[in-house]
């Protein structure tokens, strides 16, 4: 199973160390483990990892941080009862932050700081088209106006459209991220 990871970001896991019946967890063993790591089917010689065990319960804490985009694997080689084991991480760019930004447009499409104005309705007084913007908190919320081109704390822009058979009779809803 492969694991996203963001270039910078810090790649942590755990994993067990088990005795020779393959059941019970051995402690004491994290200096019996080697690492090799590759990007893209090459050996990353500089890439240090940290091998530490959490607490003394046979449980082992492996830890790097990958620098470039690309395809990483890291296997683990445990000396004491001579186990392989292989992880995969597909490392991307960005960070945190767009993350974080993609979490926040996702609460305000559910209706948390959001701006509805520029609403156009038909003869019958339904809603035909609309601006929809997300805010990053109630108080840049709050200082948007009707028309408005406030820029502070706005996350996106949407623009609202639907069609109707008649007198409440929806149709068609379509919202769409503006650019």
């Keep these: 199973m492969t694991r996203p990871i963001v270039i910078g970001g810090s790649v942590v896991g755990q994993?067990?160390?088990?005795?020779?019946?393959?059941?019970?967890?051995?402690?004491?063993?994290?200096?019996?483990?080697?690492?090799?790591?590759?990007?893209?089917?090459?050996?990353?010689?500089?890439?240090?990892?940290?091998?530490?065990?959490?607490?003394?319960?046979?449980?082992?804490?492996?830890?790097?941080?990958?620098?470039?985009?690309?395809?990483?694997?890291?296997?683990?080689?445990?000396?004491?009862?001579?186990?392989?084991?292989?992880?995969?991480?597909?490392?991307?760019?960005?960070?945190?932050?767009?993350?974080?930004?993609?979490?926040r447009r996702a609460l305000g499409l559910i209706h948390e700081n959001i701006f509805v104005d520029e609403t156009v309705f038909d003869a019958d007084g339904q809603l035909v088209t609309c601006r929809t913007r997300l805010f990053d908190s109630q108080t840049n919320c709050d200082l948007a106006t009707d028309g408005g081109a406030e820029t502070t704390g706005l996350l996106a822009t949407y623009s609202l459209t639907s069609t109707w058979e008649g007198l409440n009779k929806f149709k068609i809803f379509k919202q769409t991220l503006e650019p």
């Design 15 to 103: 994993f067990p160390i088990f005795d020779f019946d393959g059941y019970t967890k051995v402690s004491g063993q994290g200096g019996s483990v080697t690492s090799t790591v590759w990007r893209d089917s090459v050996v990353q010689g500089a890439v240090s990892v940290v091998i530490t065990e959490i607490g003394s319960s046979g449980e082992y804490k492996y830890e790097f941080t990958p620098s470039t985009e690309g395809w990483w694997n890291m296997e683990l080689f445990i000396d004491y009862n001579k186990d392989i084991q292989v992880f995969d991480f597909e490392v991307a760019s960005g960070g945190m932050s767009e993350v974080y930004d993609l979490v």
